[in-house]
Nanobody, 115 residues
Framework: QVQLVESGGGLVQPGGSLRLSCAASGIIFRLYAVGWYHQPPGKGRELVTAITSGGTTTYGDSVKGRFTISRDTDKNTMYLQMNSLKPDDTAVYYC?????????WGQGTQVTVSS
């Protein structure tokens, strides 16, 4: 059974940092294109950042220069380092993995940026 389990969300003040983790079981992360999506309150889910199996990264315009995606193949875990957080970054963040027709989502972790 495949599971993607996010952790690391929480409440942070504007300008602060958080690091999200996504631990995978049942799949080999390095074979998949993996990424992070977020869903702000009242809005749809949208791509934040992704990394291909070859290591090519993509970032949404709103997070470029502030967020960094990485993965640890030994731990089968992906990370999202979020710096200079803004209130607009408030959302549920989801871990995603895709390989061909195989697609998996985590359960989501809440990130709230507020003073």
């Amino acid at each position: 059974q495949v599971q993607l389990v996010e952790s690391g969300g929480g409440l942070v003040q504007p300008g602060g940092s958080l690091r999200l983790s996504c631990a995978a079981s049942g799949i080999i992360f390095r074979l998949y294109a993996v990424g992070w999506y977020h869903q702000p309150p009242g809005k749809g889910r949208e791509l934040v950042t992704a990394i291909t199996s070859g290591g090519t990264t993509t970032y949404g315009d709103s997070v470029k220069g502030r967020f960094t995606i990485s993965r640890d193949t030994d731990k089968n875990t992906m990370y999202l380092q979020m710096n200079s957080l803004k209130p607009d970054d408030t959302a549920v963040y989801y871990c995603h993995a895709v390989l061909g027709i195989k697609e998996y989502w985590g359960q989501g972790t809440q990130v709230t940026v507020s003073s």
